[in-house]
C-alpha cells in the first residue's frame, strides 16, 4: 500500500495532526489534542518552507482577484472554533462550526452563488463560523465565494490545500513520490486526460467543454503546464470510468472519490479527505455541522453532529436531514433560527 510518507521527505500525514499553528511551529497532535511523541514530523516532499512561500504567493495572487478585494473582511480564525459551549435556539452550540461543500450545495452554475444563500451564510456567520469545503483547490474556490465571504476557513482539492483565515498561508499536503510515479504510469499507459493539481500551478489535458475545465483557474492566475513542471502533485482527475482503474487506485489506499455522473475519478493523497482536513483546523468529529451532496461528502457528513444533505446522492442517506436546492437558503437559516 503506498501511503503518505514513505519515503524520506514524503508529504505530511492528514491523520489527527495539526502540524501549524498560529505562530508556525510543528505541532503534531492526537486526536484530543494531547502531544504524542512517537508520531515523527513528516515534511511536504518539495519542503516545507519552500511550500510556506509559494502559499503567500499564493495568497498576494488570489487578493489581486476583483470578486476578493483584498480588504479585511470580518472573519473567525479556525483555531477558536471549539470555543464555544452555549446552545443557540437552532439546536447548534454557538460558536459551532458549519462546514459546507461548495458546488451542487451552495453554488449551482460553478461560478456563483444565489443572493438567498449569500445573506442566509452571512446570518449563520453572526453565530456560527464557517469553514468552506470543496474539491476545487483554493485557487479556484475564493472567486465563487463573495467579499463578504472570503476571510473564512477553506478546505480545497478534497482536503489536500488548507487554508485557515483570509490571509495564512495555504498549506498543502501532496502525493508520496511513488504514488505520483503510479498516477503517472496509470495516465501515460492509458492515454487519459487528466487534470493534476500541484501547489499553485495545474496540468490540464481533458475536453475544454467539461464543466471542471470551465471553472479552472477562473481569476487566471495559475499556469497550464505539462505535469512534468509541477514540483508535486496535490489532487488529481481522471477523466475515466475504467473499472481496472477505479481498482488499482483503490488497491493502493488512495482517496478515490467516483462520479459517473461526470465520467471522472477524483484522486487525493492517502487519507486525505475533507473530513482529515478537519482535524488540522482543529475539529473535532460531532463538533460540528456539514451540508454537502456528494461521494466526496460521506466522511465529512458521517461525523458530523449534524449532517444535510442537499440532493438525493445515495450516499448520503444516512444524512440527518435531506433538503433540496431550493430550499439551502432556508436550511441555512434555521441553523441559527
Known amino acids: 500500500?503506498?501511503?503518505a510518507g514513505d519515503e524520506p521527505g514524503g508529504a505530511a500525514r492528514a491523520d489527527g495532526a495539526d502540524w501549524a499553528d498560529r505562530d508556525g511551529k510543528a505541532d503534531w497532535a492526537?486526536?484530543?489534542g494531547r502531544a504524542d511523541a512517537h508520531r515523527p514530523r513528516q515534511e511536504?516532499?518539495?519542503g516545507e518552507h519552500r511550500l510556506r512561500r509559494r502559499g503567500a504567493v499564493a495568497e498576494r495572487r488570489m487578493r489581486d482577484v476583483s470578486a476578493i478585494s483584498g480588504r479585511d473582511v470580518p472573519h473567525r480564525p479556525a483555531h477558536d472554533i471549539a470555543d464555544g459551549d452555549g446552545?443557540?435556539?437552532g439546536g447548534g452550540a454557538v460558536d459551532e462550526p458549519v462546514v459546507l461543500d461548495v458546488d451542487g450545495t451552495l453554488c449551482f452554475d460553478g461560478r456563483t452563488l444565489a443572493a438567498g444563500i449569500v445573506e442566509?451564510?452571512?446570518r449563520v456567520r453572526e453565530r456560527r463560523p464557517l469553514v468552506f469545503a470543496s474539491a476545487r483547490p483554493v485557487r479556484d474556490l475564493l472567486p465563487v465565494l463573495p467579499e463578504e465571504l472570503a476571510g473564512s476557513a477553506l478546505i480545497g482539492g478534497n482536503g489536500a490545500f488548507v487554508r485557515r483565515a483570509q490571509h495564512a498561508d495555504v498549506e498543502v499536503i501532496g502525493f508520496s513520490v511513488p504514488a505520483r510515479a503510479l498516477l503517472d504510469g496509470i495516465i501515460d499507459a492509458r492515454s487519459l486526460p487528466a487534470l493534476?493539481?500541484?501547489p499553485w500551478d495545474y496540468s490540464f489535458t481533458g475536453d475544454e467543454q467539461h464543466r471542471i475545465f470551465r471553472q479552472l483557474d477562473a481569476g487566471r492566475l495559475a499556469r497550464n503546464v505539462p505535469r512534468s513542471a509541477l514540483p508535486d502533485y496535490a489532487k488529481a482527475v481522471l477523466f475515466t470510468e475504467d473499472p481496472q482503474v477505479i481498482q488499482q487506485l483503490r488497491g493502493t489506499g488512495l482517496t478515490v472519490s467516483v462520479h459517473p455522473?461526470?465520467?471522472?475519478?477524483d484522486v487525493a493523497p492517502s487519507g486525505v479527505t475533507k473530513h482529515s482536513a478537519l482535524r488540522r483546523l482543529g475539529i473535532l468529529d460531532g463538533s460540528y455541522t456539514a451540508v454537502g451532496n456528494d461521494v466526496n461528502d460521506v466522511e465529512l457528513l458521517r461525523h458530523a453532529r449534524r449532517g444535510i444533505r442537499v440532493g438525493e446522492h445515495p450516499a448520503l442517506d444516512f444524512a440527518h436531514r435531506t433538503i433540496d436546492r431550493e430550499s439551502v437558503a432556508e436550511a441555512l437559516t434555521s441553523l441559527v433560527a
Not at 455522473?261 to 475519478?265: A, R, S, V
Open 261 to 265: 455522473d461526470e465520467h471522472l475519478i
Open 120 to 122: 442566509a451564510l452571512l
Open 196 to 198: 493534476v493539481d500541484g
Open 30 to 32: 492526537d486526536w484530543d
Open 87 to 89: 446552545m443557540g435556539d
Open 1 to 3: 500500500m503506498i501511503a
Open 44 to 46: 511536504h516532499v518539495a
